[in-house]
């Protein structure tokens, strides 16, 4: 339970100022979903020594870290909360299966879907189903019901579900999920796409799902069987760090990649600009679709400064045996930020001058669209093809295309 004696602030007056900034920010979007924010007590669920000023800021709370110091645990920020409650389509009444626990949230969807409605809140960690369930019944929610499971295996007792909702990064949809969710049911999960992380809102069509909705985001990963972590090589001791989340990529020898980022660099800028503020988060997204090896860099900004990546934790990077290109931005004037690239290695200059051509064609045909129609496909189904530039990312379970058009046509 969160709270101390240097709050300045009570938790009924700081939970209303969340909820005016979440309003104000066009982050809620329904009366049933503000008035869940208003009643439930996000102090309740937050550790002993988050202050009240914390526990209502409009940021991840960490509730517990692995042996490493990474976080495995967490309540996540209201924002994200908000639009995820939105996107699942709660009514009252419906039955909901949350896919990570911690308790906060599973209070918020108990608020929607009311009295009539169901929630059961799974997750692998004993830890944190223990501590989810004694925060539900202090807060009042002891009709939430808490699990500990598998999230490859979901909740079978309580099927059908209306909606399930993820909150933990995913890589691929276990076949419980799809099984347990009601034929015109909605599916919201963070997934992992060759590193890229998006919230998918995911509903039927025929034989496989559509995104009808995608957010920006980030989740701790997903524990268990269902988990599939990104592989991560240290090029410079733990200052960079290259994370690779694809097969072809990780069947490549990056032993030379450490001496090229130690040598000579090839910088070049592209006449794309865009305005200060401006999101441009399918850029990322494009680039990690083309059929070329890649990979993200996660550079320490107070030891390897110099090497200036556009994302400090996850650059998009193009690879090859012996050479690395990356996206780089700089400041032009107070009205334009420009997109350039920096290479290393033997084959730099063909591999930066690709990079380029990229950004000049997501420029030309996908900055200003709503960007690529995703879907994902069980096992058991194939994508239709397409002459449009597609990624396909291959998993154990289903295979998620991201189709990138440049006319109305969807694939």
């Known amino acids: ?146 699990a500990t499971a598998d999230a490859e295996t979901g909740w079978p007792a309580a099927t059908p579900y209306d909606a399930v909702i993820v909150t933990v990064e995913a890589s691929d949809l276990p076949p419980a999920w799809l099984d347990q969710l009601a034929p015109d049911g909605t599916l919201v999960v963070p997934l992992r796409m060759r590193g890229n992380k998006r919230c998918l809102t995911l509903t039927r069509e025929t034989d496989h799902l559509i995104a009808i909705d995608s957010i920006v985001c980030g989740f701790v990963p997903m524990q268990g069987t269902a988990s599939h972590p990104v592989t991560r090589h240290a090029l410079l001791g733990e200052e960079v760090t290259l994370r690779i989340d694809d097969p072809d990529t990780r069947a490549l020898n990056l032993d030379a990649l450490p001496t090229a980022l130690s040598g000579p660099q090839i910088v070049a800028w592209s006449a794309v600009t865009i305005p200060p503020a401006t999101s441009f988060d399918s850029l990322h997204l494009w680039l990690a679709s083309q059929p070329l090896p890649y990979g993200q860099l996660a550079v320490d900004r107070d030891r390897a400064a110099d090497l200036e990546p556009q994302n400090w934790v996850a650059c998009p990077a193009l690879l090859t045996d012996d050479s690395i290109t990356y996206l780089t931005i700089r400041r032009l004037d107070d009205t334009a930020w420009q997109f350039g690239t920096r290479g290393y290695g033997p084959h730099a200059a063909p591999l930066t001058q690709h990079l380029l051509d990229l950004i000049a064609e997501w420029d030309r045909h996908h900055r200003t669209t709503p960007g690529p129609h995703i879907a994902v496909y069980p096992n058991g189904t194939v994508p239709p093809p397409t002459d449009q530039p597609r990624l396909v990312v291959t998993r154990r379970h289903s295979t998620t295309t991201i189709t990138w058009t440049t006319s109305r046509s969807r694939a």
Request: proline share 6%; charged share 20%; aromatic share 4%.
């Open 1 to 146: 339970m969160a709270g101390s004696a240097l709050d300045t602030i009570s938790a009924d007056e700081a939970r209303a100022r969340l909820v005016d900034q979440l309003l104000a920010g066009g982050r809620i979007a329904s009366p049933a979903v503000e008035q869940a924010f208003r009643r439930v007590p996000r102090h309740l669920f937050a550790p002993d020594d988050v202050s009240i000023d914390a526990a209502y800021a409009d940021d991840v709370i960490v509730t517990k870290r692995g042996p490493d110091g990474r976080a495995t645990s967490s309540i996540s920020a209201p924002w994200l909360q908000a639009m995820m409650l939105h996107a699942a389509h709660l009514r009252p009444g419906a039955h909901v299966l949350e896919v990570g626990s911690g308790g906060y949230n599973a209070a918020l969807i108990a608020e929607v879907v009311g009295p009539h409605g169901t929630v059961t809140s799974i997750d692998i960690d004993p830890d944190v189903t223990a501590h989810a369930r004694a925060a539900l019944d202090t807060a009042g929610y002891p009709h939430v019901e808490v």
